[in-house]
Protein backbone atom coordinates (compact mmCIF):
# COMPACT_ATOMS: atom_id res chain seq x y z
CA UNK A 1 0.00 0.00 0.00
CA UNK A 2 2.85 2.42 1.03
CA UNK A 3 4.46 1.80 -2.63
CA UNK A 4 0.75 3.47 -4.29
CA UNK A 5 0.71 6.37 -1.74
CA UNK A 6 4.14 7.77 -2.95
CA UNK A 7 3.21 6.69 -6.75
CA UNK A 8 0.22 8.87 -6.19
CA UNK A 9 2.15 11.59 -4.30
CA UNK A 10 4.90 11.50 -7.05
CA UNK A 11 2.06 11.78 -9.61
CA UNK A 12 0.65 14.96 -7.32
CA UNK A 13 3.82 16.87 -7.74
CA UNK A 14 4.38 16.33 -11.10
CA UNK A 15 0.87 17.06 -12.86
CA UNK A 16 -0.83 18.99 -9.90
CA UNK A 17 1.76 21.31 -7.96
CA UNK A 18 4.24 21.88 -10.73
CA UNK A 19 1.61 23.39 -12.71
CA UNK A 20 -0.38 25.90 -10.46
CA UNK A 21 1.10 28.72 -8.44
CA UNK A 22 1.21 27.23 -4.68
CA UNK A 23 0.53 31.24 -3.32
CA UNK A 24 -2.90 31.43 -4.94
CA UNK A 25 -5.68 31.92 -3.09
CA UNK A 26 -7.51 29.59 -4.83
CA UNK A 27 -5.32 26.71 -4.07
CA UNK A 28 -7.52 24.56 -1.81
CA UNK A 29 -10.58 24.98 -4.57
CA UNK A 30 -7.72 23.96 -7.51
CA UNK A 31 -6.44 21.02 -5.63
CA UNK A 32 -10.28 19.74 -5.16
CA UNK A 33 -10.96 19.62 -8.84
CA UNK A 34 -7.68 17.92 -9.46
CA UNK A 35 -8.70 15.16 -6.63
CA UNK A 36 -11.87 14.99 -8.94
CA UNK A 37 -10.13 14.76 -11.98
CA UNK A 38 -7.15 12.38 -10.62
CA UNK A 39 -10.59 9.66 -9.11
CA UNK A 40 -13.07 10.18 -11.61
CA UNK A 41 -11.47 11.18 -14.82
CA UNK A 42 -7.62 10.26 -15.12
CA UNK A 43 -6.75 7.45 -16.91
CA UNK A 44 -4.21 5.30 -14.88
CA UNK A 45 -1.33 2.59 -16.66
CA UNK A 46 -1.40 0.39 -13.84
CA UNK A 47 -4.81 -0.39 -14.47
CA UNK A 48 -5.33 -0.63 -18.13
CA UNK A 49 -6.00 2.71 -18.82
CA UNK A 50 -9.53 2.76 -16.53
CA UNK A 51 -9.89 5.59 -14.21
CA UNK A 52 -9.95 4.79 -10.18
CA UNK A 53 -13.52 4.82 -10.12
CA UNK A 54 -13.99 2.12 -12.38
CA UNK A 55 -11.78 0.19 -11.04
CA UNK A 56 -13.37 1.06 -7.66
CA UNK A 57 -16.99 0.00 -9.55
CA UNK A 58 -15.50 -3.87 -10.74
CA UNK A 59 -13.80 -4.39 -7.64
CA UNK A 60 -16.83 -3.71 -5.62
CA UNK A 61 -18.89 -6.24 -7.61
CA UNK A 62 -16.55 -8.41 -6.70
CA UNK A 63 -16.16 -7.90 -2.78
CA UNK A 64 -18.98 -9.14 -0.30
CA UNK A 65 -20.18 -7.17 2.32
CA UNK A 66 -19.25 -7.72 5.92
CA UNK A 67 -22.61 -9.25 6.70
CA UNK A 68 -22.40 -11.97 4.10
CA UNK A 69 -18.78 -12.41 4.83
CA UNK A 70 -19.69 -12.81 8.95
CA UNK A 71 -22.91 -15.26 7.85
CA UNK A 72 -20.56 -17.45 6.24
CA UNK A 73 -17.72 -17.22 9.38
CA UNK A 74 -17.05 -20.96 11.34
CA UNK A 75 -15.13 -19.39 14.35
CA UNK A 76 -13.77 -22.81 14.85
CA UNK A 77 -12.19 -23.19 11.46
CA UNK A 78 -11.44 -19.47 10.57
CA UNK A 79 -10.05 -16.66 12.01
CA UNK A 80 -10.71 -12.92 11.62
CA UNK A 81 -7.46 -10.78 12.35
CA UNK A 82 -7.47 -7.64 14.53
CA UNK A 83 -6.45 -4.41 12.62
CA UNK A 84 -4.47 -3.44 15.09
CA UNK A 85 -1.83 -5.87 14.91
CA UNK A 86 -0.54 -5.70 18.72
CA UNK A 87 -3.43 -6.35 20.15
CA UNK A 88 -3.76 -9.37 17.61
CA UNK A 89 -0.66 -10.41 19.29
CA UNK A 90 -2.12 -10.20 22.75
CA UNK A 91 -5.06 -11.86 22.44
CA UNK A 92 -2.93 -14.75 20.37
CA UNK A 93 -0.79 -15.02 23.78
CA UNK A 94 -3.80 -14.79 25.55
CA UNK A 95 -5.64 -17.67 23.48
CA UNK A 96 -2.07 -20.07 23.72
CA UNK A 97 -2.00 -19.90 27.26
CA UNK A 98 -5.35 -21.06 27.89
Known amino acids: MNGKV ?3 QLT ?8 ID ?11 YWQH ?8 GSIGGKTLIERYCELSEDTPLWEEVYRKYYEKKEHIQEANYYREL ?9
Open 37 to 44: YYNWDRPH
Open 22 to 32: LDSEDLEEELG
Open 6 to 8: ERS
Open 12 to 19: DIQEFYSS
Open 90 to 98: QIRKVKQSM
